[in-house]
């Protein structure tokens, strides 16, 4: 199966620590989304990117979190300095980037700030 | 603005129909969707519905679009327990370059045996 994967899979940190999540997406897709979900909602748009650039980041992602995808393939989400309020579900999604623009989802990476 | 709405619960019993809506904003979205999430588990895309189209039907899943109203709706005929996950609405936001999807807050599912 060559979906989108994440890694890890749960992430349980002290309050003041960096985390970094990685996110493989499907081979032959030039977009990659990161979602941040909380119990109860929907997920809330993080960043994007379109191969290597990040083209849009949303006012969520304050300083501490930065994105990077440095090849056009894997992504990486870092958290430095976590708070108890960044626990999340972070959701990763890729897409061919057609107008057609279908998201495929990755499993989740489930962080815990204690 | 940008909005999805959807109403947040539903029960049926098994083998009943389900029907869950969803009501958009953006008169120029161009795809809607529709995604399933089981707990603790990452978006499943069930279907999708192209603008101009007003129904779409995948086995058991038929997908209906008024675009006038900007209601669209999910059907689940003979619901079946393992269709007990939350279902997410989501329409396609273009500006420019920047592409987005725009999410409802999920319809919680519980099918009774």
């Known amino acids: 199966d060559t979906g989108v994967s994440q890694n890890p899979r749960h992430k349980i940190t002290k309050r003041g620590q960096n985390v970094t999540f990685r996110c493989d997406p499907i081979?032959?897709?030039?977009?990659l989304y990161w979602y941040r979900q909380t119990l109860g909602q929907g997920p809330e748009f993080l960043t994007y990117?379109?191969?290597?650039?990040?083209?849009?980041k949303s006012r969520l992602l304050s300083d501490r979190f930065s994105a990077e995808r440095p090849k056009g393939s894997f992504s990486t989400l870092e958290i430095q300095r976590t708070e108890q309020g960044d626990s999340a579900m972070y959701l990763c999604a890729s897409s061919k980037g057609e107008i057609q623009e279908t998201q495929y989802f990755g499993p989740g990476t489930r962080l815990l700030v204690l | 603005g940008e909005d999805v709405e959807q109403s947040l619960f539903l029960s049926v019993r098994e083998g009943d129909s389900s029907v869950i809506n969803c009501t958009y904003t953006d008169s120029s979205s161009t795809y809607l969707y529709w995604y399933k999430q089981e707990p603790g588990a990452g978006l499943q895309l069930l279907t999708y519905?192209?603008?101009n189209m007003d129904m779409k039907q995948d086995q058991r899943l038929t997908v209906l679009l008024n675009k006038k109203d900007k209601h669209l709706s999910l059907r689940i005929a003979d619901t079946q327990t393992g269709d007990s996950a939350i279902y997410f609405c989501a329409e396609s936001w273009y500006a420019g370059n920047n592409r987005k999807l725009i999410w409802g807050l999920g319809t919680s599912l519980a099918v009774n045996p």
């Open positions: 519905i192209f603008s």
């Open positions: 081979s032959e897709h030039n977009r």
């Open positions: 990117f379109q191969n290597e650039a990040q083209l849009e």
